[in-house]
């Protein structure tokens, strides 16, 4: 039935990451790439939205009016707008608004931003050392480099899923009930014990299960990136398809990858909350 996997790819994949692909390698390599892609994409895009997604949620709970405004506008802006129009907003804005790749701006130092992408250091095992991007004459040479549609689909995902967390982390504290911090406080707890030891493990049972279908809409939303152009599972499974004929098969491999990579999410999440102590089951 996937025999036809064997068969020379007979395409060329635009971004391969760290692998090296051509045309004339089996189908299933050019399968492999497309998932690495996703997971190249989908990882970072996790970390960001876990990252942003407490920042703002406790923001919103903060006394201050500035990060507690800040915090609100911009989850409810996110929340509002379609995830495929932030992506869009997201590609256009690199495409359009950044500078050449010969007037690269530099973010940091090893960091440069273009229309070319983002250019960062790199371990060069042939030198045995850091190679670090630097201003060419006509584009940024040495260290490696994201392209703009990776960045576009990095910052949509994790920023649109940080807003939904936001609101997770928030009902979260605010399920804590108040009496249960008072009698900590009564009995000599400090804040900082109050912070760690009492609010944030009660807070976390309330979290978690929300939390893991955050991180599983991120993994799902992922083949929106068909939409910039950036070579993910689906976009590779749908060249391969039209490439092959073999409809049924591309589509069923693409449903149990992803079938597994959402189980795989679920199963770590329900690890941590088995290490945290947060209880309830997956």
């Known amino acids: 039935m996937f025999e036809f996997l064997g068969q020379p790819t007979g ?69 509002n707008v379609p995830l495929l129009v932030q992506l869009l907003m997201w ?78 982390v928030r009902a979260g504290v605010l399920s804590v009930p108040l009496s249960l911090l008072e009698a900590a406080e009564t009995l000599g707890a400090t804040p900082a014990q109050l912070r760690w030891k009492v609010l944030m493990p009660q807070a976390l049972r309330a979290i978690r299960p929300p939390l893991t279908n955050q991180l599983l809409n991120l993994i799902k939303n992922s083949p929106l990136a068909v939409a910039v152009g950036y070579p993910d599972l689906v976009s590779v499974g749908n060249t391969a398809l039209n490439q092959t004929g073999r409809v049924f098969e591309c589509i069923t491999l693409m449903l149990c990858i992803y079938l597994l990579l959402s189980w795989t999410v679920a199963l770590a999440m329900h690890w941590v909350d088995r290490r945290t102590g947060a209880g309830g089951t997956a």
């Open 91 to 168: 590609y256009f804005l690199m495409v359009e608004w950044l500078p050449e790749p010969m007037d690269a701006v530099q973010l940091l130092p090893g960091l440069m931003l273009s229309k070319g992408g983002l250019a960062f250091p790199w371990w060069d095992p042939q030198h045995g050392g850091w190679s670090l991007p630097v201003q060419g004459t006509f584009n940024v040479d040495g260290g490696a480099a994201v392209t703009p549609e990776f960045l576009a689909v990095l910052l949509a995902l994790g920023l649109y899923t940080a807003a939904f967390i936001a609101e997770v």
């Open 11 to 79: 395409f060329d994949i635009g971004e391969t990451g760290p692998w090296l692909f051509s045309a004339e390698q089996p189908l299933w390599q050019a399968f492999a790439v497309g998932l690495s892609n996703t997971l190249r994409v989908s990882i970072p895009a996790i970390a960001l939205a876990l990252m942003l997604g407490t920042l703002m949620g406790l923001g919103r709970l903060s006394p201050l009016p500035l990060p507690r405004r800040l915090s609100t506008f911009v989850v409810n802006s996110v929340r």
